[in-house]
Every structure is written in structure tokens, then in C-alpha cells.
DNA sequence: CTAATAGTGTCTATTAGACACTATGTA
DNA sequence: TACATAGTGTCTAATAGACACTATTAG
């Protein structure tokens, strides 16, 4: 095959962002009111254009700064405020009736957020529960997601709810000093299941490497005082943290 | 950000294949020899541009029937020939100088096939092990892949080593009709190590839908004549195959 | 016979899951 | 006081890993 730079059909090349943070016991994911056709009026991903000179890595991080303020691990040593990392890519040929766009999309995970946005180039944003927008099949078309998004964000969903398995991924949730009950709500909001929390207590404090004591106590959730940690350096969890109804 | 056809930086956009196989005890990828500048006469991954009208998953099928003969499950009912799972996407605006090329790479698993190649569009084809392409770190750099295909053939290496412990994936390097010595046998490729056949047997048969006893035994290994079976429906794991040396 | 692989059984240390109980804060 | 959450201990059923043993072929 002959490469010749006008012998190949010319794409689009955006990306997508699925934020997901957990707010009130609930999974929700960021989105922004469209304001052109098509779908105008829509509830869509963040995302836009990939620049001519620009990493995938660093688009995605440059959107995702954009729309939320939050910074991912990519400009300087100091600790990220928000995981990131690539998802899944999609392109099918008529996901966008204007011409040919793929979209590399992007899975981001962050703490909940006092400010629920902060300046974009979006109208208006909001964080929606991820149940909301993906409940019901028939739901997604009469107030879906434009495009194909509501497939990448039950992808997204479903990589994060697969990776606090056996990572420990989840703190990404939390606030940097966070309790053992946090952490625990987090996985029940993400699985949308109930914990034992005697168990769950034993199962991560017993991990090394995955919670780091940080010396003070909060009683912010109410009861007694809980012991503060952080996110330690492990990054695999082995054994895994089990989602039950198996 | 408004949304003109002629205000976003054009991409070409191609599909790049990760073929993995075991033979002789050995992972192995598939690797063409390029027959052009840049990086003439070295070993690259198959691949190519994905054309006008057309998904992104055709394409890596369809690449990979060009190069292997293989059929992906696309075509129609019958029981695909190879697995074929969309694996990442590179974009970095180095990473080909002659322009800016976003690569959608794909992960294929495929039987040990009797003929290295079929006819496509690449000069020579051949199976290479895994540990020969990305062993010692600076050994990529004399012999190595072209482009970032080292990056990508570890990637898609580390999937498939990750994903066979918690799917039934392994099933896809063996024949439609195998033994569960051939399984360990690819799984003991795969992952470098060795398992005991004892309890491998015991875990792969008591895991329901895994293994389908298929009638008939064959001596093909050696010693005493084996059962047959093929891969059942179960295409999730659980709980996983644990990988040794944790 | 030996050598090879297939397949079953048994023992033990570990652990997930269930749940009783105590500790320490707020209303 | 009642009530919330935090944290520890204990019991049991399940299982991964180690390994003894038998079965059935080829040479």
C-alpha cells in the first residue's frame, strides 16, 4: 500500500471525556448542554478537537481542565487531582452526521466537587446520576445523550466499576485524607450494592500499601471519630476486593 | 468552540494489529517486514488506514484476514476463527514523521495456524516470539519494531496476559477442539511459568460453562489419551485463574 | 520394562462472609 | 438517654496450593 498523504481519507480526531465523581451516594458523570445542531439542546460528553501538535494524553487533560478546573497528573510532579486515563475509541462512520469524526474517549475520576463546574466553552454543565442517564434503555432516547455517548459512558461505568476491583482506584474518589467509610461508600455508590463494614474495615486496612494512616480523626460522617488516611502506593490490589451477587 | 470542517487539524487515521499466538511453547506475535521509508526493511506490526466508510472494528478485520487469512466474528454466525478486542489508541504527534497518524491498534488472538502467512500487502510476514521483540530494554533498539510498535505489541502483550485470568480468552490460542493439557500449556506460554497440571485440571473442570466435554480423546500429546473438549459459553472467569509468583 | 501425560484424592493454610460485641462521638 | 458510625474478634464454609497416587498410552 502506497503512502501518500492524499491517497488516505482525512478524519476528525476528538476526545471525549467521561468525569466521574460520586456525590450524595450516588455515581454521577459530568455533562454539558449542547448549544449547536446537531442535538442541540442535548445533554452530551465533554470533549472537543485534538490540536494539530497535540498528544491524546494531553487533549484529554486539557478538556478535562477546561470544564472542571481539575488537574491531571501530567504537568508537574505534584500529586493529580484527578485520575485519567484513555478509554476506548470510536469511530463509526456515521456517529457523527457532519463528517468523520473519532473520538478517543477518555475515563477520569474525581473527587466530589464543591464548584460543580467551572468555565468551559460548554453553555451549561452538570453533574447527572449515572443511573439517570443510563437507566432504562428506552429512557436514552427520549432524553439521552447526543451522539453515541451514552455507549461510552456505560463503557466508562463499567471500566470503573470493573477497576476498584482490583486497584485501588477508588480513592481517586476521595478527598486526599479520606476514612475507611468513605471508601466504603464509594464502592457501595459505584456497585450500588451494600458492604459489610466490619469486613470491608479488615479487608483494606489489611492490605499493605493501600491506606496510609495520616494521624488525625474526623467525625465528619457522624459517630465516632474515624482515623484519616491516605491513598498508599499501591496501585494493584491483590487479592482483589470482591463485588458481591456473584 | 465553533464546529467547521476546515477549522480542525486533519488526521490520518489507521489500524495496527497485535496477532498473538502459541507456538512451540512460545508467545508469539506477527510481524511484516516494511518494504518503505520510514524504517525501511524493519519489523512493524500489520496494519493500515482505515477507509472512508468504514468502522473502525472492519477495519481491524478486515486487516487481519488480509494478513492471516483469519476470520474475526464479524462476517456471520459461524464461530469466529480468531479473537479480535479493540486494545488502545496512539496519537503522539511524533510518532510518524511523515504526518500526524492516530492509530487505533487492535488485539488479536489466534490457534497456532499450519501456514506462517497468507498473501497481504507486506513484503514478509512472520510469527516472532514475544520475548525476542521486547526482551531487554535495549535490545529494542537494534533489532526492535518500527514506529511505537514495541509500545503497542507490550501493550496488547500485558492485556492479553492480564485478561486470561479472569475470562475464558485462553481458549482463543487453542484449536475449536483442545485438552485441558493444551490449555495449560497455553496459559504456561502466555505467563512464562509453569502450573501444576493437577490442580490446573481440577480448577478449569469445576469452573461451569468453562469446558464443554466434546466425546472424544486424543493421544496427540503423548501418554495417555486425553478428553476433548471445546470452550463453553462462560466467557467470564470467576473466580479468576490465579497467576503464580504474587 | 520406562517414560510420558491424564486424571483423582487428600491435607493444610488462608480467606471471604456472616455476625456478636465494644468504643466513642452527637443530639 | 438514644443513635450513629468506628473498629475488633470469632466462627464456618470454601478454596488455592502442595503433593501422593493411579490410569493409559508409546516406544
Redesign the interface.
Known amino acids: 500500500?502506497p503512502?501518500d498523504?492524499s491517497e488516505?481519507?482525512?478524519?476528525?480526531?476528538t476526545v471525549d471525556l467521561v468525569v466521574l465523581t460520586v456525590r450524595r451516594h450516588a455515581l454521577c458523570a459530568l455533562t454539558v448542554r449542547r448549544g449547536?445542531e446537531p442535538f442541540r439542546g442535548q445533554w452530551a460528553l465533554p470533549g472537543?478537537?485534538?490540536?494539530?501538535?497535540?498528544?491524546?494524553a494531553s487533549a484529554a487533560a486539557r478538556e478535562l481542565a477546561e470544564e472542571t478546573g481539575l488537574r491531571a497528573q501530567d504537568s508537574d510532579s505534584r500529586p493529580a487531582d484527578a485520575h485519567l486515563e484513555?478509554l476506548?475509541?470510536?469511530?463509526?462512520?456515521s456517529r457523527d452526521p457532519?463528517?468523520?469524526v473519532?473520538s478517543?474517549a477518555h475515563l477520569a475520576l474525581a473527587p466530589d466537587l464543591p464548584a460543580p463546574t467551572a468555565g468551559g466553552?460548554a453553555g451549561g454543565a452538570r453533574w447527572m446520576p449515572v443511573s439517570k442517564l443510563l437507566g432504562g434503555q428506552d429512557q436514552a432516547s427520549e432524553e439521552g445523550l447526543a451522539f453515541d455517548h451514552a455507549r461510552i459512558l456505560a463503557d466508562g461505568v463499567e471500566r470503573a466499576r470493573s477497576k476498584i476491583e482490583y486497584s485501588s482506584l477508588a480513592t481517586a474518589f476521595c478527598p486526599a485524607e479520606f476514612t475507611v467509610g468513605e471508601l466504603r461508600r464509594v464502592y457501595e455508590a459505584v456497585w450500588g450494592v451494600a458492604l459489610d463494614p466490619r469486613n470491608f474495615h479488615r479487608k483494606v486496612t489489611g492490605t499493605p500499601g493501600f491506606l496510609v494512616p495520616v494521624g488525625g480523626t474526623t467525625t465528619r460522617q457522624g459517630g465516632r471519630p474515624a482515623q484519616l488516611f491516605r491513598a498508599g502506593g499501591a496501585t494493584e490490589l491483590?487479592p482483589p476486593m470482591l463485588r458481591p451477587e456473584?
Open positions: 500500500m503512502y498523504p488516505f481519507p482525512a478524519f476528525a480526531v449547536e472537543g478537537f485534538v490540536r494539530a501538535e497535540e498528544d491524546l484513555q476506548a475509541t470510536y469511530g463509526d462512520p457532519r463528517m468523520r473519532v478517543v466553552d491483590n456473584v
